[in-house]
C-alpha cells in the first residue's frame, strides 16, 4: 500500500508528454485538500493529478508568514521537478500569506483559492460570514476580497484554531467538536448573517456539523467548488485541458503516509497508495 519509491520510472513519463497532459498540482497542510481533490474529480475527470500534504508541519493556521512562505517555495520547488503545468493552493493560509510572493517567483500557474471562494460569496448574500484559520482571519484576505468586489456587503470573520487539528485527528462527529463549533459560530449568528463561508479547505469536512446549528436560511460557500471551476477557465485559457484518460492521482506527504492513506480511505472513498517526501529532514525537525 505504501511506498517509499512510488514515483520512480513514474515521474519520467511526465518530460514525454505533450503539456497538456502533464499533470495539476494541488498542496495543502493536510487532508483539507482531498475537498479540492475531489471537485476536481468530478468537474475536470480528465486530469491527472499530483496531491501533496505538508502533514508533518500542519496546522499552517498558527504559522507566522515568514514559515508559511518557505514552505511555499519547497513546495513549488517540488512540484516544478514533477512536471506539473498548474499548481492550485488548496490552502487558504497559504493563499492569503504567501501567494503574492511566490507567484513572483515561480512561472508556473499558481491558482488560489480566495478570491473565487469571495466571488461565489457575494452572489450568494449581503451578511457573509467566513471562518478560517486564525492566519487567514487575521490577514483579512477574505474581507478585503468581498469588499473589493462589491463594498456594500457586510463582513465577519472568526480565527478557528481547533477545527484544523480536530478533522486531521478525525474527530468529526465527536461531542467536543460541535460544542466548538457552536461557539464559533455564536458571534456569526449573532450578527444574523445569511452567508457562511469556508475559509479553509478543512471546513467542508464539517459541513454536517455545521449545517445542524446554522438556521436554514444560511448558505454555505466551499471555496473548493469555485476554484476548480476558475482551474477549467484558466487551463482552457492557456490551451493546457487534457483531452485524454487520467494517470492514476499520486499522493505525497511529509509525515506519515499510513495515517494520511487511512484518511484517504475516508474521505475519497478508496485507499490511495502515498509516498513519504521531506524537503529538509533538519527544518521539519525543527519546526515539529
Known amino acids: 500500500m505504501y511506498s517509499s519509491s512510488i514515483f520512480e520510472g513514474n515521474l519520467d513519463d511526465f518530460s514525454d508528454l505533450e503539456p497538456q497532459r502533464a499533470p495539476i498540482g494541488i498542496f495543502d497542510s493536510g487532508v483539507g485538500g482531498l475537498t479540492v481533490l475531489r471537485q476536481l474529480y468530478r468537474q475536470l475527470p480528465n486530469e491527472s493529478i499530483i496531491y501533496f500534504g505538508d502533514t508533518a508541519r500542519v496546522p499552517y493556521g498558527i504559522r507566522s508568514q515568514a514559515e508559511i512562505i518557505q514552505f511555499m517555495r519547497e513546495i513549488l520547488t517540488w512540484m516544478e521537478k514533477q512536471g506539473v503545468k498548474m499548481v492550485v493552493m488548496a490552502c487558504n493560509t497559504s493563499s492569503a500569506l504567501a501567494l503574492e510572493t511566490v507567484s513572483k517567483e515561480f512561472s ?27 492566519a487567514t482571519a487575521k490577514s483579512n484576505a477574505y474581507k478585503h476580497a468581498i469588499l473589493e468586489i462589491d463594498p ?8 478557528c484554531p481547533e477545527f484544523v487539528p480536530l478533522i486531521e485527528q478525525n474527530r468529526i462527529h465527536d461531542p467536543y467538536t460541535a460544542e466548538v463549533a457552536r461557539a464559533y459560530l455564536e458571534p456569526l449568528l449573532e450578527q444574523e448573517i445569511d452567508t457562511l463561508v469556508h475559509g479553509c479547505t478543512h471546513y467542508p469536512h464539517l459541513t454536517p456539523v455545521l449545517r445542524s446549528l446554522l438556521p436554514s436560511q444560511v448558505q454555505l460557500i466551499d471555496p473548493a467548488v469555485h476554484v476548480v ?60
Not at 152 to 159: A, I, L, R, S
Not at 268 to 286: K, R
Open 152 to 159: 456594500n456587503v457586510q463582513v465577519w470573520q472568526v480565527g
Open 108 to 134: 508556473l500557474p499558481i491558482l488560489d483559492i480566495i478570491l473565487p471562494g469571495a466571488r461565489a460569496a457575494v452572489q450568494q448574500g449581503k451578511r457573509i460570514g467566513v471562518i478560517a484559520t486564525p
Open 229 to 288: 471551476a476558475a482551474c477549467a477557465q484558466e487551463l482552457d485559457l492557456l490551451d493546457l485541458r487534457n483531452t485524454h484518460p487520467a494517470l492514476p492521482t499520486r499522493f505525497a506527504v511529509s509525515g506519515c503516509p499510513q495515517q494520511f492513506s487511512q484518511s484517504g480511505l475516508q474521505w475519497l472513498g478508496y485507499t490511495p497508495m502515498v509516498e513519504e517526501v521531506s524537503f529538509t529532514d533538519t527544518a521539519i525537525s525543527q519546526l515539529q
